[in-house]
Each structure stands twice: as structure tokens, then as C-alpha cells.
């Protein structure tokens, strides 16, 4: 099964007449460098969050050996 879909010409028309905006360059490089950076924090929280998880695992087992 096919999904189509099907715009009228007036559709059309106001979707290619429609202005949208974008950054200049230098500011799409900042904003992709946010980006990064905020991927790098998420990464290292994730990574820290894992650890305590693993220090917790081992410490319950030792608790109740």
C-alpha cells in the first residue's frame, strides 16, 4: 500500500510562496556547537549515572552477603 499524498494547486502555491528564515552561516556553526557540546555533557552525566548505578549493584551485594 502507497501512501500519496495529494495537494491542490492553491496548496501548492502557498507552500512555494512561503518565506522561511535560516541563520547566517556563523550563527548555524554556533548553534551546531551548542549542540555538540550539549551531547557531550548528556554523554558524560549518562557515563556518571552508569558508574554510581555499578557502585550501588556492588555495594547492596555486599550488604547482603
Avoid: W
Avoid at 494547486?9 to 502557498?14: A, L
Wanted: glycine content about 2%; aromatic content about 10%; charged content about 20%.
Amino acid at each position: 500500500m502507497y501512501n500519496c499524498y495529494f495537494f491542490n494547486r492553491t496548496q501548492v502555491s502557498n507552500i512555494l510562496s512561503t518565506n522561511i528564515s535560516v541563520p547566517q552561516i556563523d550563527e548555524q556553526q554556533k548553534i551546531g556547537e551548542y549542540f555538540e557540546q550539549l551531547d557531550t555533557l548528556i554523554q558524560q552525566c549518562q557515563a556518571k549515572i552508569k558508574k554510581h548505578k555499578n557502585i550501588k549493584q556492588a555495594l547492596l551485594q555486599k550488604m547482603f552477603v
